[in-house]
């Protein structure tokens, strides 16, 4: 596709449920990130994968959070045990990589996810 | 560890009054400064990327600079249609690519 698409837009939950934030990037793309935002902050970052294995995960707040990559394209955040507190806007980005650099990441329109 | 502290938090400006928003950082190794634009129930869209002291980058009217310590985001004449949060993110230690992002500026541009 032409941009990063993120599935659901929105997602309501009730508290203790299981979800899944799915995220299809820019074809060709190797690097995709996974980030968090609340009202008025700035992104918060989770965990970035390069091709199919996660290159950084320090950003997972405890072990309810898990993402995957298994043909290093389509990735899926899980959340298990949601609690209120989970409620955010989540974002997904990609970047490709050129003459070993990575470059500027663009964003899809995130999933808003509300846990009641 | 890598730190993004942007400046001022929320700027009001008449349509055509110029100012620049401020993005101080604190990395291990600068690889890159990024600047985005996030409209509300958007992601971010992305503007610029500096990587020197020294370099410059201009789109319509707005203008990106870098120092060793901050960048600025000049913006000249501004229309409503500017009225955003801009975001600045720094990739810095070599051992990860991630980027961290300062809390952004909501800029609100009157007529």
């Known amino acids: 596709g032409a941009g990063v698409s993120q599935t659901p837009s929105n997602k309501v939950t009730e508290k203790g449920k299981y979800v899944e934030l799915r995220c299809d990037p820019i074809?060709?793309?190797?690097?995709l990130y996974w980030y968090r935002q609340s009202l008025g902050q700035g992104p918060e970052f989770l965990i970035y994968f390069q091709g199919t294995g996660a290159a950084d995960d320090s950003g997972l707040p405890n072990d309810r959070f898990f993402a995957v990559r298994p043909e290093g394209s389509v990735s899926t955040l899980k959340i298990q045990r949601t609690e209120r507190g989970d409620s955010a806007v989540y974002l997904c980005a990609s970047s490709s990589e050129g003459q070993g650099v990575i470059t500027e990441a663009f964003f899809g329109q995130g999933t808003r996810l509300t846990v009641v | 560890e890598d730190q993004v502290t942007q400046s001022p938090e929320a700027l009001r400006l008449q349509e055509g009054e110029s100012s620049s928003l401020n993005c101080s950082y604190t990395?291990?190794?600068?690889?890159?400064l990024f600047w985005y634009r996030q409209d509300p129930g958007k992601g971010p869209e992305f503007l610029f990327t500096?990587?020197?002291a020294g370099e410059e980058k201009e789109k319509e009217r707005l203008k990106a600079t870098l120092t060793k310590k901050e960048s600025f985001l000049h913006i000249t004449a501004p229309k409503p249609e500017d009225s955003a949060t801009y975001l600045c993110?720094?990739?810095?230690?070599?051992?990860?690519?991630?980027?961290?992002f300062g809390t952004g500026t909501r800029l609100q541009v009157f007529p």
């Open positions: 074809s060709g793309h190797t690097a």
């Open positions: 990395v291990s190794g600068l690889r890159g």
């Open positions: 993110a720094v990739r810095g230690s070599y051992n990860t690519d991630k980027l961290i």
């Open positions: 500096l990587y020197s």
